[in-house]
């Protein structure tokens, strides 16, 4: 049995830049992380190489988008609990996503009680600053999906990932109840919304060197999102959220995203 579930969330940015050292930093912070469900984005895996099982080892069960890029690069989901299922959501939704594998990466995790079985989605929208049309759409799909797989057995369902947008984002508002898009509306919990109200918690910044862009329009763009249920709060609490990877170590920086990490239980009532 489990009261917690850990959830993370972390884009690594495949092997760019000085790799091993970034590789010691990261296989460090996991085992001190000790995560029970991981979302990685831009993860590298071929037929010769898993970055994810290089840094994570052997002790999760790994589920890996298949249409990836042309050098591997793609999402993937690290779970502690076995893996039921697993399925992707296309969003190739306009002409403009043709040359980048976005994708929503779904797993069914068997978690123990009184957790339980529940969704863990990986959302890996289009990442171009103008695409926000694309990331509608993509949320869309993606929650609709969603919903479909919930309708004959209700389950927890977590959103994790590089969503490329900030909260004042269509595509943000609509994955947290604030907008309808496309005749649908679903409502998540912002894990660091509700751990720190007050806060912004900026994951891709200026001040990390690895950064694409010496000013990116968006700031806060990695998310843990819970979905609500029908009495309007998560289905899982937050008990915690922080940010991971936010800092160098040794001068090393981990990659040029902090990720999230969240402490989720099964609310009182």
Not at 24 to 33: E, H, K, N
Not at 53 to 59: A, E, F, Q, S, V
Not at 78 to 88: L, T
Not at 145 to 173: C, F, K, N, W, Y
């Given at each position: 049995m489990t009261d917690r579930l850990r959830v993370a969330t972390l884009n690594l940015w495949g092997q760019r830049g000085d790799w091993p050292a970034r590789r010691?930093?990261?296989?460090?912070?996991?085992?001190?992380?000790d995560a029970d469900l991981v979302a990685f984005q831009e993860a590298i895996v071929t037929p010769e190489?898993?970055?994810v099982?290089?840094?994570?080892?052997?002790?999760y069960h790994l589920a890996h988008q298949k249409d990836r890029e042309s050098d591997g690069q793609g999402v993937s989901i690290?779970?502690?609990?076995?893996?039921?299922?697993?399925?992707?959501?296309?969003?190739a939704v306009t002409p403009r996503t043709a040359g980048f594998a976005a994708t929503t990466?779904?797993?069914?995790?068997?978690?123990?009680?009184?957790?339980?079985?529940l969704l863990f989605a990986n959302h890996l929208p289009s990442w171009q600053p103008d695409f926000e049309r694309e990331r509608e759409l993509q949320a869309v799909a993606a929650?609709?999906?969603?919903?479909?797989?919930?309708?004959?057995?209700?389950?927890?369902?977590?959103?994790?990932?590089?969503?490329?947008?900030?909260?004042?984002?269509?595509?943000?508002?609509?994955?947290?109840?604030?907008q309808s898009l496309e005749g649908t509306s679903v409502c998540y919990r912002d894990a660091w919304a509700s751990a720190h109200p007050t806060t912004p918690g900026h994951t891709f910044v200026p001040g990390n060197p690895l950064g694409a862009d010496?000013?990116?329009?968006?700031?806060?763009?990695?998310?843990?999102?819970?979905?609500?249920g029908q009495h309007g709060g998560p289905t899982l609490a937050v008990s915690s959220c922080e940010r991971v990877f936010d800092e160098a170590v040794d001068g090393v920086w981990a990659s040029d995203h902090f990720g999230l990490r969240a402490d989720l239980t099964v609310p009182a009532r």
């Open positions: 010691r930093v990261l296989i460090a912070g996991f085992a001190r992380l190489a898993d970055q099982r290089r840094i994570l080892g052997d002790r690290a779970s502690r609990y076995p893996i039921a299922c697993v399925w992707e959501v296309g969003l990466l779904v797993a069914e995790i068997d978690a123990p009680p009184p957790v339980g079985p929650a609709r999906s969603l919903e479909e797989a919930i309708t004959q057995r209700r389950r927890h369902v977590v959103v994790a990932g590089d969503l490329d947008a900030d909260p004042d984002a269509a595509s943000i508002r609509f994955w947290t109840g604030r010496w000013d990116w329009p968006f700031r806060r763009i990695d998310y843990l999102l819970v979905r609500c």
